[in-house]
């Protein structure tokens, strides 16, 4: 009887996000966030790698009736969150893998870049690290993320 007099309406389907209408930039850009992290959790060495030195964070935002899915993308159409996640970009990567694995307490890299990538999978204190590094990176970058939810809405 109870169920009956407070019946909650069906449940989101989840698997296609929120409605539209109920998004603001903050909500969009918490998703953004939240879907960079995942991709951080999930990514390979060899695409941890490519973020470290290259950068490449896309945001992914596509409407379907009227429900918003949102992703992260690596190498995709440039956006305020390309650059995100280089590390030092002001020195060469030959430089700058040597100081962050000792931030790491990892390994140094192989003095040979075609070895980095089996660097960063063997050695768990550079992987656990690069994830580290790219999550803080994530966290101070939330107004990066509002923006291009904010020009997403205003487009769209």
């Known amino acids: ?12 389907d989840r ?3 929120p409605v539209r209408a109920h998004l603001t930039k903050h909500d969009l850009g918490a998703q953004l966030a939240r879907r960079a992290d995942e991709w951080v959790r999930n990514a390979s060495p060899a695409d ?3 973020v470290l030195l290259c950068g490449g964070f896309s945001p992914v935002i596509e409407e379907d009736d009227g ?11 440039p956006s ?4 995100l996640g280089i590390i030092w970009s ?5 430089e700058t893998l040597p100081i962050v694995a000792m931030v790491w307490d990892a390994t140094a ?26 999550r803080d990176e994530i966290d101070q970058a939330i107004p990066l993320f509002e923006a291009c939810a904010d020009s997403w809405l205003q487009e769209n």
């Open 1 to 12: 009887m109870l169920q009956s007099a407070y019946a909650m309406p069906a449940p989101i």
């Open 15 to 17: 698997a296609h996000g």
């Open 48 to 50: 941890l790698l490519h």
């Open 67 to 77: 429900r918003v899915r949102t992703g992260i993308d690596v190498g995709g159409v």
């Open 80 to 83: 305020p969150l390309s650059r």
């Open 90 to 94: 002001d020195l060469p990567p030959a």
């Open 109 to 134: 890299p192989p003095k040979d870049s075609r070895l980095w990538e089996a660097w960063l999978a063997l050695d768990g204190h550079a992987r656990d690290g690069a994830r580290r590094f790219l």
